[in-house]
């Protein structure tokens, strides 16, 4: 996978991230059924994605590996990417297969179903272990990868075969999709698999429910810990996010702020997550401030296109109105 990356290609990079990407379609029209919505806004979307974008919007080099369709659609993932910075040198093309695209339904506070696009398989699916740049995972001191792309090959082997290269930090996203797996019940057992490589796990309830068994937060995320990774965090919505490591335990409340559409408020956590990483920052500090940046796109229409500055998160966490 090779494509040109503008200036960030030609420094070091500090993030990448595996897995899916797509075209969101998101209503102008809120509280209403698709049915019954006339007009939609265009973004950028896909999870590590999104959390690539979110780490540039936060001054970090970041790249995404994944694939599009030969389409306007592929067209305008890399343009978007470039736009926001990120590296698009590991974005493949697949000569079949479509750029997904997906829709949703916004009723808020809490209420946002998707309907995706991916059939008969998603280009990000697609990606090979012959494809990685395993030299450059290698380096880069973090490496992000999600559930999603473990429901199928070839990408289940590619997405394993770069965390046991990787030999910086690795934070795998539990980032469970039901309806993506053949089988649901494989689920479990690959993220097993991940998380064996993992440094750092992330995951909401139901994801670490699927992943342990466990709904308890503090349960799972001991559960998660004997998985193998040093660092598991729980995110509970408007109950704030737990973290449990081996000798530190971290609650951090939720931000108040009024929601829009909570999709991508996740993967604006990841980016920041990965920011107070990079920045050495202490564990509240960088769960707090990923808690503001997550709520902050939560009070926007899109994902990728919401994704806030650490100006705006400060902002945020001192009481102004962003």
Not at 2 to 18: C, H, K, N, V, W
Not at 28 to 55: D, H, M, W, Y
Request: aromatic share 4%.
């Amino acid at each position: 996978m090779s494509d040109s990356g503008g200036a960030a290609a030609r420094s070091d990079l500090q993030l990448i991230t595996i897995g899916r990407v797509g075209v969101d379609l998101y209503p102008e029209q809120i509280g209403v059924p698709l049915a019954r919505v006339r007009t939609f806004a265009k973004s950028l979307g896909g999870s590590p994605t999104n959390v690539a974008v979110a780490a540039a919007r936060l001054g970090h080099r970041a790249a995404v590996v994944t694939k599009v369709g030969d389409d306007g659609f592929g067209e305008y993932v890399r343009e978007a990417l470039a736009g926001f910075g990120v590296d698009t040198r590991f974005v493949g093309t697949d000569p079949s297969l479509r750029t997904p695209i997906v829709f949703c339904e916004i009723f808020p506070p809490d209420r946002f179903p998707l309907l995706f696009y991916r059939e008969p398989k998603a280009p990000d699916l697609n990606i090979t272990l012959e494809e990685l740049d395993l030299d450059a995972i290698a380096r880069v001191p973090i490496l992000w990868t999600t559930g999603m792309a473990l429901s199928e090959e070839p990408s289940r082997t590619a997405t394993l075969a770069a965390l046991a290269a990787a030999r910086g930090r690795t934070i795998h996203d539990l980032d469970h999709r039901h309806h993506a797996w053949r089988d649901p019940s494989e689920a479990r057992p690959q993220a097993a698999k991940a998380l064996r490589h993992a440094r750092v796990v992330v995951g909401n309830i139901d994801e670490v429910e699927m992943a342990t068994g466990l709904r308890d937060p503090d349960a799972a995320a001991e559960r998660l810990l004997e998985m193998g990774p040093d660092l598991a965090i729980v995110k509970r919505g408007p109950g704030g996010t737990l973290a449990r490591s081996k000798d530190e335990r971290v609650e951090v409340p939720a931000v108040e702020i009024t929601v829009l559409n909570g999709l991508g408020a996740g993967d604006a956590f990841g980016g920041a997550l990965v920011h107070g990483l990079l920045e050495g920052w202490d564990l509240t500090r960088t769960l707090t401030f990923a808690n503001a940046a997550g709520a902050i796109v939560a009070s926007r229409l899109a994902c990728a296109d919401a994704m806030p500055t650490e100006r705006e998160v400060d902002t945020l966490l001192r009481g102004v109105h962003v």
